[in-house]
């Protein structure tokens, strides 16, 4: 469960961060970049999103706050990805209750 919340929360940061980009040539640096980071969930996100290739941190020496988060070579894909596996999981779904729901009428029909 802790990994699906993880993984939205990588959503929507990644989603702020790519509006701040597009406005700022594909470098938050800083006041920006130390609001964007004020806390320590803000933060854990985005080491999440520099694991994956989202984005990119600089900080200054002995310092966990990022004076400039740069765009990372993996954002526009890691973002279809992850749209991509969950429109998969929800026609394997439904996919799978119409196979069962057919395969007891095709049952009934042929054993009276």
């Not at 803000?42 to 999440?48: E, N, S």
């Not at 890691?78 to 998969?88: D, F, K, P, Q």
Request: glycine residues 4%; charged residues 25%; aromatic residues 8%.
């Amino acid at each position: 469960m802790n990994g699906i919340i993880m993984r939205v929360k990588m959503h929507f940061c990644l989603r702020k961060l790519e509006k701040l980009w597009r406005d700022n040539n594909d470098t938050i640096t800083g006041e920006a970049a130390v609001k964007f980071s004020n806390t320590r969930s803000k933060l854990k996100v985005l080491k999440a999103l520099q694991a994956v290739g989202c984005a990119d941190l600089f900080c200054p020496d002995n310092s966990n706050r990022p004076y400039a988060i740069r765009a990372g070579e993996n954002s526009s894909i890691y973002t279809l990805e992850r749209s991509e596996l969950w429109l998969n999981r929800i026609i394997s779904f439904i996919a799978g209750i119409l196979t069962a729901v057919m395969a007891d009428c095709i049952v009934r029909v042929l054993i009276p």
